[in-house]
């Protein structure tokens, strides 16, 4: 039969497996959000010649921001309520 953990490993264990970093949606977004810059740029500089481009890149750019922070946040609120479920009742957890 496995041992216990004592608190701190078993939040480090939980921390560890749910807890999702913040690294990757803050990169993606820096990444994703150039397209819709360009966008504003050529159309502050009257440059027609790529717009529709632009505005097809933005808009799905747009969507994997969305996407990757919401996915992120639900994650976060997963974290959260695993963590408050061991802190409540430690004993219900099998390692």
């Keep these: 039969m496995n041992q216990p953990l004592d608190k701190d490993e078993a939040l480090k264990t ?6 999702p970093g913040i690294f990757n949606p803050i990169f993606l977004s820096l990444v ?3 397209p819709y810059l360009w966008l504003f740029i050529d159309i502050a500089d009257k440059r027609h010649d ?10 799905i750019s ?3 921001i969305t996407w990757t922070w919401t996915h992120f946040v ?5 974290f ?4 408050k479920d ?3 009742d430690p004993e219900k957890y099998e390692w």
């Design 62 to 64: 747009i969507s994997v």
């Design 50 to 59: 790529r717009l529709n481009m632009l505005a097809l890149l933005s808009g």
């Design 80 to 83: 959260k309520k695993e963590t």
């Design 86 to 88: 061991y802190l409540r």
């Design 14 to 19: 939980i921390q560890r497996v749910y807890k």
């Design 74 to 78: 639900l994650k976060m609120k997963e």
């Design 32 to 34: 994703c959000v150039a």
